[in-house]
């Protein structure tokens, strides 16, 4: 069975940062595309940053510069380093893994405001 879990979110200021973590079971990390995506009140769910199996990482524009994603293969861990936050990256984030089957978390919330 495969589960994915994220953890890390929560309420921060603008400026701030959170890092967000993507515990997986049931499948490795080191070799599936992981990524993260996002959904805030109102809009469609939205690719933030995937990583290949190679370690090929790739970034929406608004996050560009500020988010990082990583992995680590002996944890079985997927992260997102969220830099410099502000309030437009307030949303759901969900962790996905694989391209064709894919398997997605249930998300956390990460709100940036005052």
């Known amino acids: 069975q495969v589960q994915l879990v994220e953890s890390g979110g929560g309420l921060v200021q603008p400026g701030g940062s959170l890092r967000l973590s993507c515990a997986a079971s049931g499948i490795p990390v080191s070799i599936y595309t992981m990524g993260w995506y996002r959904q805030a009140p109102g809009k469609q769910r939205e690719l933030v940053a995937t990583?290949?199996?190679?370690?090929?990482?790739n970034y929406v524009d608004s996050v560009t510069g500020r988010f990082t994603i990583s992995r680590d293969n002996a944890l079985n861990t997927v992260y997102l380093q969220m830099n410099s936050l502000k309030p437009d990256d307030t949303a759901v984030y969900y962790c996905k893994a694989g391209i064709s089957t894919t398997y997605w978390g249930k998300g956390t919330l990460v709100t940036v405001s005052l």
């Open positions: 990583i290949t199996s190679s370690g090929n990482t």
